[in-house]
């Protein structure tokens, strides 16, 4: 099994910043993309910001804000998070396509999600 393990969310003012932290563990054989979702009362969960080998795409209004980057020897991922919007309060969770073995298929898994409030 895998498992990941989020940090680093919190409460903070419109305008400051926090950055989130998730490390995979488990049966990993290597990691094919790794990710930071949201999800706010009421709505979808969306994709925020994913890192695939060495591109990243990000969610056009967290564009020049937000920022992913990664870790391999750690199996983390990083989101720094900064000029923050109570828009932008959500949980946020992160997940990781994983390859378990040198022979297997990839896997989707979540963490367990991390809150963040941004107060105006």
């Known amino acids: 099994q895998v498992q990941l393990v989020e940090s680093g969310g919190g409460l903070v003012q419109a305008g400051g910043s926090l950055r989130l932290s998730c490390a995979a563990s488990?049966?990993?054989?290597?990691?094919?993309?790794m990710g930071w979702y949201r999800q706010a009362p009421g709505k979808q969960r969306e994709l925020v910001a994913v890192t695939t080998g060495g591109s990243t795409n990000y969610k056009d209004s967290v564009k020049g804000r937000f920022t992913i980057s990664r870790d391999n020897a750690k199996n983390t991922v990083y989101l720094q998070m900064n000029s923050l919007k109570p828009e932008d309060t959500a949980v946020y969770y992160c997940?990781?396509?994983?390859?378990?073995?040198?022979?297997?298929?990839?896997?989707?898994?979540w963490g367990q999600g991390t809150q963040v409030t941004v107060s105006s």
């Open positions: 488990g049966s990993i054989f290597s990691i094919n993309a």
């Open positions: 997940k990781a396509v994983v390859v378990r073995t040198a022979s297997s298929g990839t896997y989707g898994y």
